[in-house]
């Protein structure tokens, strides 16, 4: 079993009643949409190395955020876990870390997301 195949085993067992629809899984990732309109599209490559996108709608506009661990925000403090807010900047992950287990972050980020999609940064 691949870790994509086990985190939707939880997302479903966890989240279930909050899909909408039935989460997809492909060769390198797994999307899922939620009852509030957020399309999460979630690339785990290792337990540290990830890339969580989502995207939803503010004031009829769609609006891009994502949580990864690329290394190229050397000056965030929770790096190299940064958060990519819709008006491009790179600020410190509030939600996900490195060293927990990829059904925790995920679980983290879920659970935020169904609260506020912009995770109380507002669209500029």
């Not at 939620?34 to 990830?50: E, H």
């Not at 996108?53 to 609006?63: I, L, M, S």
């Not at 900047?89 to 509030?94: E, G, L, Q, T």
Request: hydrophobic share 40%.
């Amino acid at each position: 079993m691949n870790l994509h195949t086990e985190l939707l085993d939880h997302i479903t067992a966890r989240f279930g009643e909050r899909l909408q629809g039935a989460p997809q899984l492909t060769q390198d990732a797994l999307t899922l949409s939620l009852d509030n309109g957020v399309q999460l599209t979630i690339r785990y490559a290792a337990t540290d190395a990830y890339s969580l996108r989502w995207t939803c709608q503010a004031g009829g506009k769609p609006v891009e955020m994502g949580i990864d661990t690329a290394p190229t925000h050397p000056t965030v403090a929770t790096r190299p876990n940064h958060l990519h807010l819709a008006d491009g900047r790179a600020v410190a992950d509030p939600l996900t870390r490195t060293d927990a287990s990829p059904a925790d972050n995920l679980s983290a980020l879920i659970e935020a997301l169904l609260r506020d999609p912009q995770l109380d940064f507002p669209q500029p």
